[in-house]
């Protein structure tokens, strides 16, 4: 299945969207769809305010447990914006790019800086708003996990994102997903045909709106909440002040 050729027409709306800036639904109403993200020109500008939120037990970790700054990610497997953020998504990461050459994806230079060097322990929460796939592949992730694949899901979904709710990340193509990952579909098929995570999944959902998440990605570096998929500059210099402040 070659679903990131569904992205080229999205790469225009996309650079429209970079250009005229966030739309952030208030109250209870739909999150923004665009990432939240705010900018003049072609240059992405974090939106930052103080904020934390709950870590369960259960949520996906990358990195040591006692790295000294925590960053977490609330994000939905359907946004293209976290797909670029992600680095998987090559069609909107070069959309992205497009709009401001400096700009690069978060998630793998987080790794290749941090999380591999012991500074960051990088943790991810669902934040699934998108609509019923959003809500299937979430859950299909815990799935991943209890065989020690969630990351290689996660780097393999975002890699085969469609349009939203076209069935891009329906069961049966979540199914497909974990063969080509070698996991073992007749407990994986099980998983997620019995909706053992669908709660937890919820939980999480909750925690994210608790924290005040109104868009996705959402990021949270240390005590720092910052919206969008802004360049990795931006939550570099986050880091590295929380880096400073622990006296690292």
Known sequence: MNSNSKWVPVAVIIAGLIIAGAIIYSGKATPAKNGGTTGGNTQQ??????????????????????????????????????????????????????????????????????????????????????????????????????????????????????????????????KQFAQTLGLNTTQFDSCLDSGKYKNQVAQDKQDGINAGVSSTPTWFVGNQQILGAVPFSQIQSAINSQLSAAGK
């Open 45 to 174: 500008t974090a939106q930052t305010k103080t904020g934390t939120i709950k870590i369960e037990s259960y949520d996906p970790v990358m990195g040591q447990t006692n790295a000294p700054v925590t960053v977490v990610e609330a994000a939905d497997f359907q946004c293209p914006f976290c797909g670029a953020a992600s680095g998987d998504n090559q069609t909107v990461v070069q959309a992205m790019q497009q709009q401001d050459p400096s700009w690069q994806p978060i998630v793998t230079n987080l790794i290749k800086d941090y999380v591999d060097t012991g500074k960051v322990k990088f943790v991810f929460k669902q934040f699934p708003f998108l609509g019923a796939d959003s809500e299937t592949a979430a859950e299909a992730s815990f799935c991943a996990q209890d065989q020690g694949k969630f990351w290689d899901f996660y780097k393999y979904t975002y890699a085969h994102q469609g349009q939203e709710n076209s069935g891009s990340l329906s069961a049966a193509n979540l």
